[in-house]
């Protein structure tokens, strides 16, 4: 499969109009306001690398939701917990245009190549409709949003300026239904599971773990690395790395091994 | 065909601060998480890897983790 360059569009008419009366809230950001005078260089581009890849896990998870969605429905899993989810891609594409827009406001988005069939890793085709299921919620929920929320609202707390604190503000209210979901997931899912069952979803959630662990150790090795400037994350709407870390590594305690230890999943990690 | 309006949303800037995420699809094997690399020369260098024994591809990964210095 060839490689594609990370880039979006509006269909525009009204399609866009609609979709704007969906979610108005994006339009009524203080867009165009952001003025990177005076910011060095190399920390503007920082800022477009850092927004063009939250668009593109953004835009990932909006995968990682349709995906799971889908999943839901075949295991018939209860239909208000089913319709609490539909909710979750077009959350997730509505972050995707506000943090893209981000990057445009700094100066324009930076590369990103990707395969579009490899967006995402599916659950084993193979697997009964609920393990599938479970498999990837425990991933893509119980694992990636849940730990994402604590880190997501400090990064709006320190942010100064209005446009990111405005973006920031709206992924953390929306992320926070996608944070418990997993868990309302598993609760109803593990009253049927065998523990053969549970192994399973423990070594799902154990490769989440370890993928974040593996991000986090990469961002204390650039740290001690040195050679970056971040005193103006701030002012760029990010968290320096020494906060950053400090709170992951409590967030993946409280907000991930602990309720999945304490649903009797056997995470190793 | 009708005309329509749409405009282009987000533009990317070849060379600057370049990611790959290709020959990342198999998720579990091989020497996958060194966190995404740069190929530009003007943004700050990734040479984070992972230095356990286990590794990890980009794409086990779902969240935006809002990561500094990513």
Not at chain 1, 174 to 184: I, N, Q, R, S
Not at chain 2, 10 to 32: E, I, K, P, Q, R
Request: contains cysteine; hydrophobic residues 45%.
């Amino acid at each position: 499969m060839a490689a594609e360059l990370f880039e979006l569009e509006l269909y525009g008419d009204n399609v866009e109009r609609r979709y704007r009366r969906m979610r108005p809230e994006v339009e009524a950001m203080p867009w165009g306001t952001f003025d990177t005078t005076g910011l060095p260089e190399a920390a503007v581009i920082m800022a477009r690398k850092q927004w063009t890849s939250a668009a593109f896990q953004e835009h990932r998870t909006a995968v990682a939701c349709a995906a799971a969605l889908r999943a839901l429905m075949e295991c018939r899993a209860p239909l208000d917990l089913i319709a609490m989810a539909s909710r979750f891609p077009l959350d997730e594409l509505v972050h995707v245009e506000m943090t893209a827009r981000m990057a445009m406001e700094l100066g324009g988005g930076t590369e990103i190549q990707f395969e579009a069939d490899h967006m995402i890793v599916d659950a084993e085709p193979g697997l009964p409709p609920l393990l599938r299921a479970a498999d990837m919620i425990a991933r893509f929920f119980c694992v990636g949003e849940a730990v994402s929320i604590p880190l997501l609202r400090a990064t709006w707390h320190a942010a100064r300026h209005p446009l990111p604190r405005a973006v920031l503000g709206r992924i953390v209210k929306d992320e926070a239904a996608h944070g418990v979901f997993g868990f309302l997931f598993l609760d109803w899912a593990l009253e049927s599971m065998t523990e053969a069952d549970r192994r399973h979803i423990a070594v799902a959630a154990d490769r989440g773990i370890g993928a974040v662990r593996a991000l986090w150790r990469g961002i204390e090795q650039r740290r001690r690395d040195g050679g970056y400037d971040e005193s103006p994350g701030d002012a760029l709407g990010w968290l320096h790395s020494d906060a950053y870390l400090e709170l992951a590594a409590r967030s993946l305690e409280t907000q991930v091994r602990k309720p999945l230890l304490e649903r009797g999943i056997p995470i190793s990690r | 065909m009708r005309k329509r309006t749409g405009r282009k949303l987000l533009v990317a800037t070849l060379g600057v601060a370049a990611v790959s995420y290709v020959a990342c699809g198999d998720g579990a094997v091989a020497n996958l998480m060194a966190p995404p690399q740069d190929a530009g020369a003007d943004s700050a260098a990734d040479t984070a890897a992972d230095t356990t024994t286990d590794t990890f591809s980009p794409l086990d990964l779902i969240a935006n983790l809002i990561a500094p210095q990513q």
